[in-house]
């Protein structure tokens, strides 16, 4: 059974860090490309990190600059450390495993900036 669950998210100020977690179990962690994306109440659902199994990662101007996702295969786990949040960072965080046959979602940790 496929399993993705995110740690980390909180309540923060405006200009303070977080970073999230993602375990992953069930899958092979390694051939795996890793996502995280949010959602804000309301808005659609966007990717805000990607990292390849290569390690090359993609990030939107949004965040470019303040958050870093970067994985550990050992571990089966990838990260995404958040610096200098906005209240516009508020959203559930959410990390995705793309398989060459499928996506698998995690059920989402909520980041809560106030300003």
């Known amino acids: 059974q496929v399993q993705l669950v995110e740690s980390g998210g909180g309540l923060v100020q405006a200009g303070g860090s977080l970073k999230l977690s993602c375990a992953a179990s069930?899958?092979?962690?390694?051939?795996?490309?890793m996502h995280w994306f949010r959602q804000a109440p309301g808005k659609q659902r966007e990717l805000v990190a990607s990292?390849?199994?290569?390690?090359?990662?993609n990030y939107p101007d949004s965040v470019k600059g303040r958050f870093t996702i970067a994985r550990d295969n050992p571990k089966n786990t990838v990260y995404l450390q958040m610096t200098s949040l906005k209240p516009e960072d508020t959203a559930v965080y959410y990390c995705?495993?793309?398989?060459?046959?499928?996506?698998?979602w995690g059920q989402g940790t909520q980041v809560t900036v106030s300003s």
């Open positions: 990292i390849a199994t290569d390690g090359r990662t």
């Open positions: 995705k495993a793309q398989m060459p046959w499928q996506d698998y």
């Open positions: 069930g899958i092979i962690f390694k051939i795996a490309r």
